[in-house]
């Protein structure tokens, strides 16, 4: 019988081949010889998984929600980012949680919700009339503020 475990060599050796993705990445772009045993390995691989966020499920969506005073267009920021956290998002999912996020006394929540839209692409490219509205009163206000036209 070889023990293998007990093999730093072998260890160090075969380590990348099990990487993937980012951490593939991370430990690529270490210097050369910057390691040098499978316990250094070791310890900056607990160091690299401790500052890696986990990946979400669906029902972290359900905790994303538009705050009282929020635009629309930060909500859309806000909820794409916690989407990409959440891997294998069917559009269906993420479609509902999103208009269940929006705040129920914006316009935008009421048209979402009676057109019954079931893909979150759909849902977001129905939310630009409304993001460019924002911006136009926000332009218009600004511009009357400061020509001190209130």
Known sequence: ??????????????FP??????????????????????EEITK???????????????HHLLFVKMRQSESPKSYINFFQSQLAKVPNCGEDVSALTFISGLQ??????????????PRISE?????Q?????????????????KNGDV
């Open 1 to 14: 019988m070889v023990v293998y475990f007990r093999n730093n060599l072998l260890l160090c050796i075969t």
């Open 44 to 58: 900056f691989l607990i160091q690299y998984a401790s500052c890696q966020e986990t990946k979400k499920n669906n």
């Open 17 to 38: 081949s099990s990487l993937k993705g980012v951490a593939s990445d991370w430990f690529y772009s270490l210097s050369p010889r910057s390691l040098h045993n499978f």
């Open 104 to 117: 129920v006394s914006h316009p935008l929540y009421k048209h979402l919700l009676n057109k019954n839209i």
């Open 129 to 145: 009339p409304y993001i460019q509205l924002e911006e136009v009163m926000k332009t218009f206000f600004n511009h009357t503020v």
């Open 123 to 127: 849902v977001l490219s129905r939310t």
